[in-house]
């Protein structure tokens, strides 16, 4: 079996690593691929669309994987299909789930799916108009993809003012801000749920906890992420039963009611408050860092369970009774400026960790530092602490220039 996966992230590394022990796959190609996927099969330099579909053609590939969003949105689903290639994801019009924050607070709305307040806004004055009557903080999204910038939590009038006009007349972030949402502020802990689609029914992963702020403590900037933990020992099992009745059956509903059958993943992004658990995303693929947690628990074979939501039978997922913890290890700087090229030295003192690479690239024999995520160090444990000490642990080996990591992924 010949798989293509596409991306170059620490969850793609993530994906490879799962894949790497099933006998059953002969060969995985990877566009474009990182240092670890160097390893475990063969870099593509190939991004576009239409280039990804003639590569799979030209090498047969029997089934391809997006990780991203961004070939979602563009169609590459439908471009697949179309030539009867395999592909495991949602059609352009599905990925507009994550593509479009207005189409799917829409989605939300109209299926009473447990949401933040929140009006659509594609005409400036009037998003004025209505931020000047109301209380702050408020939240204001740009409705397209903005690579995970374009929400802004404005505590003033000023702030919201200053963003929708950066937002829609400026377009900081091109055509994602022609339309805007404007939604209610809500406070609380945030929590990831990733479910795999047959098509009929969703089935739903443990809940991930990802810490999205670039200090320890939550200090800072908004990152990608920073590390990840599951199952997230703040989401209980009556947050569960909150998510499945509120969250999760309305959105099956949905999907039925707009005669929507995708196979592929479904992440809901939630924030659970005083008053329960609400939805404030979907994206339509896998979570970078959470992939990098799910994965290592999950028993199942991730082979059998896309091919069984592939040809629409039930899926039983099961989970290893253990817990998993990802830290992030940066380029010193990251979300902002940072400096690559430094030589990642040490990765043979890793003990008890899987070191999935992401911002790094094969140079010669080295490895060297290429973006602001450099890489993932992910370990299991039959506690938290035990998974955490063995991250921080081999952490502490591995060495380059102007490495940050957080120091609390996991303490709780
Ligand atoms: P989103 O892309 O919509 O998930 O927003 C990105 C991040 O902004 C979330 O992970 C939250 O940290 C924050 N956020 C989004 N919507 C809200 C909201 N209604 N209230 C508070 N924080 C929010
Ligand atoms: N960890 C959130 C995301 O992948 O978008």
């Known amino acids: 079996m010949k798989i293509l996966i596409v991306g170059n992230g620490a969850r ?3 994906i490879a690593a799962k894949f790497k022990n099933d006998s059953r796959i002969t060969k995985m190609y990877f566009a474009k691929g990182n240092a670890t996927t160097y390893e475990l099969g063969q870099n593509v330099f190939e991004e576009s669309v239409s280039g990804l579909r003639d590569f799979a053609i030209k090498e047969r590939i029997d089934l391809t994987i997006v990780g991203p969003e961004a070939p979602l949105v563009e169609g590459i689903v439908d471009e697949f299909k179309a030539h009867n290639l395999k592909i495991f994801g949602p059609r352009k019009r599905t990925a507009e789930l994550e593509g479009s924050k207005a189409f799917s607070k829409k989605f939300m709305q109209t299926h009473n799916i447990k949401t933040a307040r929140a009006l659509v806004f ?20 740009a409705s397209g993809l903005a690579g995970g910038k374009g929400v802004v939590i404005a505590d003033s009038l000023t702030e919201a003012e200053s963003t929708i006009h950066k937002f829609m007349i400026e ?3 091109g055509d994602a801000g022609i339309q805007i949402v404007v939604e209610e502020y809500l ?3 945030e929590a990831s749920i990733i479910a795999f689609s047959n098509g009929e029914k969703l089935f739903p992963c443990i809940p991930v906890k990802d810490y999205k702020k670039a200090g320890s403590g939550d200090k800072g900037p908004n990152t990608g992420g920073m590390g990840a933990v599951a199952p997230s020992p703040e989401f209980t099992a009556e947050h569960m039963v909150d998510f499945e009745n509120n969250i999760l059956a309305p959105t099956l509903a949905g999907l039925h009611s707009q005669n929507i059958k995708f196979k592929g993943f479904i992440f809901f992004g939630l924030m659970v408050t005083a008053n329960g658990t609400y939805l404030l995303e979907y994206n339509m693929r896998l979570g970078d860092p959470e992939t990098q947690v ?5 028993e199942n074979h991730l082979y059998d369970v ?19 913890v990802c830290l992030v290890l940066c380029s010193g700087g990251y979300p902002r400026n940072f400096e690559t090229g430094f030589e990642i030295k040490n990765l043979e003192k890793v003990k008890h960790s899987q070191v999935l690479f992401a911002g790094a690239r094969r140079s010669g024999d080295k490895i060297l530092t290429s973006g602001g995520r450099v890489l993932s160090v992910v370990a299991t444990g039959k506690s938290m602490e ?8 081999d952490a502490l080996s591995i060495k380059y220039d102007y490495q940050y990591y957080r ?6």
């Open 122 to 141: 594609d005409a400036y004055q009037e998003a004025i108009d209505y931020v000047r009557q109301q209380k702050f903080p408020l939240v204001i999204k």
């Open 407 to 412: 120091d609390d992924i996991g303490k709780f």
């Open 12 to 14: 793609e590394s993530a």
């Open 386 to 393: 035990e998974a955490r000490k063995k991250v921080y642990e």
């Open 294 to 298: 799910i994965l290592p628990l999950m």
């Open 306 to 324: 896309i091919m069984d939501c592939l040809e629409g039978r039930e899926v039983n997922l099961q989970f290893k009774d253990e817990k998993a």
């Open 187 to 189: 406070r609380g802990f």
């Open 171 to 173: 377009r900081i972030y």
